[in-house]
């Protein structure tokens, strides 16, 4: 194998291990939209709900959402 092959193949490993690591960090907040689309449907006269911001990362810090250790609403 010449050496810019072997260079070629080490630059496309590398892309795929960056892929990997910032992947997870890009993805949607699937529990956050999941509370967020309740609350659409909810009556909520008195604005309790306002902190479910879709867009924020954490849905942990909406008011009455509890999560676990890992960050995953449990209530």
């Known amino acids: 194998m010449s050496s810019s092959t072997t260079t070629l193949i080490f630059l496309n490993i590398i892309i795929i291990i960056l892929f990997q690591c910032f992947l997870p960090s890009l993805s949607t907040n699937s529990e956050g939209e ?3 689309a309740l609350r659409t449907r909810l009556s909520d006269p ?5 902190s ?6 954490n849905s942990c810090t909406w008011f009455h ?5 890992n960050n995953h609403v449990i209530r």
């Open 65 to 69: 959402v509890t999560c676990d250790s």
């Open 46 to 50: 008195n604005n309790v709900l306002q």
């Open 34 to 36: 999941a509370l967020h």
């Open 52 to 57: 479910w911001d879709p867009t924020l990362v």
